[in-house]
């Protein structure tokens, strides 16, 4: 079996729910106390052990580059102040981890940006993190806790969660037995159904481990939902092999793609930094 070494970052959305803020800032960018959604992403690989960071952007994303380089004209400025501690975990990240980059010219859905994404995965199992979904775990990061799961069911891993039933045409929606506690194998899945035809109210979270099938079988999957290519589709297709693992995850998961849940996140670890 090979170790997960890889995230993909589908960053190329243009977060249109927090304009102006996200005219020319990416939304990735934005803070959370003082720390870039991006960041907390990143750190969460990193929890994982995995440093090579993929990100599948476009256009206007540029400072998400700029974020993960050294700025030597700032270091200097600091350099020797006490600031200096304040871009240490950007310097760590830096050091300790490589970065691509791959640009996706047309949004055309979450399965198509992870399909630009094989360029920079190759042939290998891999992690996804939609910074969006911000996730804190109970003891091990969220993405930690599914490569571990993947390592003992050596199949693709996704995050869910239990949701009220009204908001389940927010999510990907499994149908799935629970073989042990928490762990679910997946037998099938719909993205963003009504209500009325949503198969539980298990919802799927911004967080995957994805084996390198997937490729192919996102290739030959037709557009769904909102006419885009769905990664839930093709994840559909593993599953009606017995191939999909879901995981209600211990933690705690803030949906900073709505202001009400970056607000939350905010909150969150404002009151856990202030002493
Ligand atoms: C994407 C996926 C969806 C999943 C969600 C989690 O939707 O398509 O299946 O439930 O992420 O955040 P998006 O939020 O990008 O519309």
Do not use: W
């Amino acid at each position: 079996m090979m170790t997960i070494k890889k995230c993909l970052f589908p960053v190329a959305g243009f977060g249109t729910r927090f304009l102006p803020a996200t005219k020319a800032v990416p939304k990735e960018m934005l803070p959370i106390v003082t720390k870039p959604l991006i960041q907390y992403g990143v750190e969460e690989a990193m929890s994982a052990m995995i440093d090579e960071m993929a990100f599948v952007t476009g256009k206007n994303k540029r400072a998400i580059e700029d974020h993960f380089d050294i700025n030597y004209e700032l270091e200097n400025a600091i350099s020797g102040t006490e600031k200096e501690t304040l871009i240490e975990s950007t310097r760590n990240i830096i050091n300790n981890c490589s970065f691509v980059y791959k640009r996706q010219t047309e949004m055309l859905g979450l399965g198509h940006a992870i399909l630009i994404g094989e360029a920079m995965i190759g042939s290998e199992p891999f992690a996804v993190i939609l910074p969006d979904d911000l996730c804190f775990g109970s003891e091990l990061s969220v993405i930690d806790q599914m490569v571990k799961l993947y390592e003992q069911y050596n199949c693709s891993v996704i995050a869910i969660e239990e949701v009220p039933r009204e908001e389940t045409h927010r999510y990907g929606v499994i149908a799935g037995e629970e073989e042990s506690a928490g762990i679910f194998r997946v037998s099938d899945m719909v993205e963003k159904p009504s209500v009325d035809v949503a198969p539980s109210n298990l919802a799927i979270i911004g967080r995957y481990v994805l084996t390198p099938d997937i490729f192919p079988i996102l290739k030959n999957t037709p557009p769904g939902k909102n006419n885009e290519l769905q990664i839930t589709d093709a994840l559909r297709t593993q599953a009606k092999e017995g191939n999909v693992i879901g995981y209600k995850f211990k933690g705690q998961r803030f949906d900073c793609g709505s202001i009400e849940g970056f607000i939350e996140a905010t909150n969150f670890v404002y009151s856990k930094i202030k002493v």
